[in-house]
């Protein structure tokens, strides 16, 4: 076994503790407090490991994995996946399952067909999505980490809802073998934390170049290095600080975060980026359109209740209108239609072409700059229920989209709160600049006022276990 | 004059040793259904393909013996459509960019001209389950369907022909052809009765009086050379006769029903699956170094073709036996041994193309783990050289030395199957049959000169087929001429 940090800590409070064993501490804890913030679909026991959350779109052998979908409820893995099987060599078990929106399709986990996910720093809110489970459950300390996905910002997104640490690892850095595709080319697993320690800890027991994902990469995650900020260059796009979207309470935590790190030597670029105007379109042109085709293996022969229609067409038509939910229908008809052969050119084609126009002019910023920072989410976590309108979530993701579809690293880190709910901090590097992205984002967290005694804060209530 | 105009989608299983994509055996043939599987190849979510360096290789060989260009990157896509035995509910498959386009195939027509059929493109895919409906043999009327997803992910190579075959017996001369080469190479079996090798094709007749072109038609389910052939001319003479009636053809697909020799609509091409076709995300694209290109070509074997042309040159054999012997590599090497060995290439050729093949057909004969050798053969030479046994009693001897694994010579002297050279027993014989039969020494005096078949009969039956029939021959001659 490695003695990586978070191991070190765990055991550390184990014999602190003298609970019994780590997984019942966190067994325990879970049964206890689970109730209040609903993260988990499925609870495992493994006894003789150190648990974590596991997204439920991620297969476990012995779990479910049901993609938050009535269709796949009853669906058992049938191998596991690269990264179960990685954290398994460091003697890492799933505690359980995490909601999710269904098929990661949304951001606020409302969209689970099971139930809604609740943000742990106020249970009316929303703990932000597609990987609400696995963030509430960080938050509430019913799990020392968990793994998330991340297609358009389904990490960074309820990390920074949630008050924790979210990262999406350089595309190829994590193998997507036993993660349930949504939108092939975008998505990544990635861990949410409760500091960057554990963030590098994960990723170097997870991150593997995996024979049985032809799109992931060699990369050496390399020791937590120092960081000299008064060498960091950072840009921020005016695009995205202008955005009229942007809450203020959120901008002006932004701000003074912003301030504090030029106070430390840090030097604050503010850049153009005419292209992210197309980001949004871009991103609903081509996940959906991945997501239309990873989705059509669930035609009702395999999977789910077998309906009695007398024909192949009526059978798949009936299966699939009365097992997806409205949005992973909305999004499969919009890629169905933006790849029908008529009007591939004008949208999927031409989404392509934007996606690389994007990336070139990102590479370009990052050729004098380090990192581009921007706040996570323009808005603080809203209340559930509160919005009805897809489009008002589809441009939240306006933050956080680039950085899938260039491939690049992304974290989000929590800086100040408004409201009383957490205020997350995006920081994106260039592609496979993993190491320089952990090492500078680890040695701002202690800018940040939410992070204390070595950890960012729990929601009050939420019973501290180091 | 009717000019008709036939363009072929072939699909050739390729015989790597495991899946396009996965590392399932890749020879599902007649296995339990559901054996032969993983979470890769029945699609289960969250599997991802990875692509099998060997069908690559394997293709770049087909490719490169049908004279295509390579494209030194290609990439992979998806195509989209539902159906149970696809269960991604996608194929993945070279759309947008081959590996391979631009080659050819020379084969000789059924008039024996050289002509060039272009090949258009050259991909990778894979293959889909199968079916086996209740009761019908087709989904809608059936009660219910087996399926057996083990030929999921089986990997094919797509070879599609420009419209250059101008009938149905070039159609399938064009089959045969890439048949013979595909085996050769070791591509893929050839074996179209066993769905190996399957092929599709359009079909449309220009009416030259009236500079007219009928619609194209797709025709399917053509499982073997022959039914290419009689499905193709099926359809041209249907066309034909609509066109003479001032008529059209559906632009449509179109299925060859075996029983009922002849072809049915099977959907409109309105109807046509719109298959969605987008770059496989799953997959990197696919490059191929100039040094591997250089290394395979060097690879290759001596193809059908060439091999023809160089037994008629070489050994002064017929085209037809060339050909012949030219189509399967076992059997071409064979020839060659034989020939070289025993130096007789047309006598070589003459066993090989009628005892040989009529044993591998009937008999199932294994060439390879046979107990036939050059050695064997001029064994054999030297005993009908030394007249000791005839051509008629070679075929026998050769029976038994197979079949008991000795050489002929053995077998001659074991079962004495020594030619009767005793011409005074012969005499005798002939004597005997002149006395029986006069009449039918009358009748060869009168000039019927094939009635001395008859008395050389006499001397086979009695010598059971051991007297030398040239011997026997002269001295009845001899005799009735008297």
Known sequence: ?466 | MFRTIIGLEIHAQVMSKTKAFCSCPADVFEKKPNTLICPVCTGQPGALPVLNEEVVCLALKGALALNCEINKKSSFDRKNYFYPDLPKGYQITQFFKPIAENGFLIIDDQNGKEKKIRIRRLHIEEDAGKLLHIGSENISESTGSYLDLNRCGVPLIEIVTEPDMSSPEEAKIFMEALRDNLKVLNVCSGDMEKGALRCDANISVVDEEKNYSSNRVEVKNMNSFKFVEKALFYEKERIIDELKKGHDVKFETRSWVMPDKKTVSMRSKEKENDYRYFPEPDLPPLFVSDEKIEIIKASLPELPRDKKLRFIEEYNIPEYDAGVLSSDLLIANFFEEVAKYTNRPKESSNWIMGEVLRMIKEENLDLENSFLSKELFQDLFKLMDGKIISSKMAKDVLDYALKEKKLPSVIVEEKGFKQVEDTELITKIIQEAIKKNQKAVDQYKSGKKNVIGYFVGAVMKETKGKANPETVNEIAKEMLEK
């Open chain 1, 1 to 466: 076994m490695s003695e990586n940090f978070l191991n070190k800590k765990i055991r550390e409070m184990e014999r602190v503790n003298k609970k019994g064993d780590i997984f019942s501490f966190f067994f325990n804890r879970t049964k206890k407090y689970d109730e209040k913030v609903k993260a988990f679909l499925e609870i495992l026991n493994y006894k003789e490991a150190i648990p974590y959350g596991l997204k439920d779109n991620i297969l476990c052998i012995g779990a479910k994995t049901t993609c938050g979908s009535q269709l796949l409820k009853n669906y058992n893995s049938t191998y596991d996946a690269t990264v179960v099987e990685n954290l398994r060599k460091y003697g890492f078990e799933p505690l359980g399952k995490t909601n999710m929106d269904e098929f990661a399709m949304g951001s606020s986990t409302e969209n689970s067909s099971f139930f809604p996910t609740r943000n742990p720093w106020n249970t009316e809110r929303i703990p932000g999505g597609s990987s609400g489970g696995s963030a509430a459950a960080v938050a509430s300390g019913l799990v020392p980490f968990a793994l998330g996905s991340d297609t358009g910002g389904s990490i960074r997104l309820p990390a920074a809802m949630c008050g924790i640490v979210g990262y999406k690892p350089s595309y190829g850095l994590v193998s997507r073998y036993g993660l349930v595709a949504f939108g092939s080319s975008l998505d990544q697993i990635g861990p949410f934390t409760r500091c960057i320690e554990d963030t590098h800890s994960v990723i170097k027991m997870i991150a593997s170049k995996d024979e049985k994902d032809s799109t992931s990469e060699n990369f050496e995650i390399k020791d937590l290095a120092t960081t000299d900020l008064k060498k960091i260059r950072i840009a921020i796009p005016r695009e995205m600080v202008d955005y009229e979207g942007l809450d203020e309470g959120v901008k002006e935590s932004f701000y003074l975060f912003v301030e504090e790190l030029e106070k430390n030597g840090v030097k604050i670029n503010y850049v153009n980026i005419p292209s992210l105007k197309y980001v949004i379109a871009t991103y609903y042109l081509i996940a959906p359109g991945e997501a239309s085709s990873n989705l059509s293996r669930f035609d009702g022969v395999r999977y789910g209740k077998r309906n009695d229609k007398s024909n192949y067409e009526d059978m798949v038509n009936l299966f699939r209108d009365s097992g997806f939910g409205i949005e992973v229908k909305r999004r499969i008809l919009l890629g169905t239609f933006t790849l029908s052969s008529a009007y591939y050119d004008a949208y999927y084609r031409k989404a392509l072409k934007v996606r690389r126009i994007i990336k070139k002019e990102i590479d370009k910023i990052f050729e004098n700059n380090d990192f581009i920072i921007n706040p996570t989410s323009p808005v603080i976590a809203p209340y559930l229920n509160q919005i009805t309108d897809p489009l008002t979530y589809y441009l939240m993701d306006y933050y956080t989209i680039s950085a899938n579809l260039i491939g690049a690293p992304a974290i989000s880190l929590p800086i100040k709160r408004v409201e009383n709910m957490p205020v997350g901090l995006h920081i994106m590097s260039k592609r496979f600049m993993d190491n320089e992205l952990l090492s500078f984002a680890n040695r701002i967290q202690n800018l940040s006022p939410s992070f204390k005694n070595g950890f960012f804060e729990l929601p009050d209530g939420g019973e501290k276990y180091v």
